[in-house]
Nanobody, 126 residues
Framework: QVQLVESGGGLVQAGRSLRLSCAAS????????LGWFRQAPGKEREFVAA????????NYADSVEGRFTISSDNAKNTVYLEMNSLKPEDTAVYYC???????????????????WGQGTQVTVSS
């Protein structure tokens, strides 16, 4: 069993930055798919970014490409999401997710992941 705890959310002005962290307990991230998803009020949960911890391969949603960076520290069992040039439309609850093994075909799909954090709120004001 893997427990995930996100932190780092908050209220920021448009154009500013935030870094989210997701700490895991229970397993090592040596061969895991780690993802960040977000859900805005009234909308479905959507993919943001994912990383294959075995080789460092990363993927991003088009809406955040070039602004967000996902990374992992396997020794600390932590995954990060660095968010720059934030926009009001980035406002959402952000969730981290994990599962063993990465799939280049499914990393963007929420049902692919076994474990989820409780979420952290990010609010971007204009």
């Amino acid at each position: 069993q893997v427990q995930l705890v996100e932190s780092g959310g908050g209220l920021v002005q448009a154009g500013r930055s935030l870094r989210l962290s997701c700490a895991a307990s229970g397993r090592r991230f040596s061969n895991y798919a780690l993802g960040w998803f977000r859900q805005a009020p009234g909308k479905e949960r959507e993919f943001v970014a994912a990383i294959d911890t075995s080789v460092g391969l990363v993927n991003y949603a088009d809406s955040v490409e070039g602004r967000f960076t996902i990374s992992s520290d396997n020794a600390k069992n932590t995954v990060y999401l660095e968010m720059n040039s934030l926009k009001p439309e980035d406002t959402a609850v952000y969730y981290c997710a994990a599962r063993s093994g990465y799939s280049p075909f499914n990393y963007h799909r929420a049902p692919f992941y076994y474990y989820w954090g409780q979420g952290t709120q990010v609010t971007v004001s204009s």
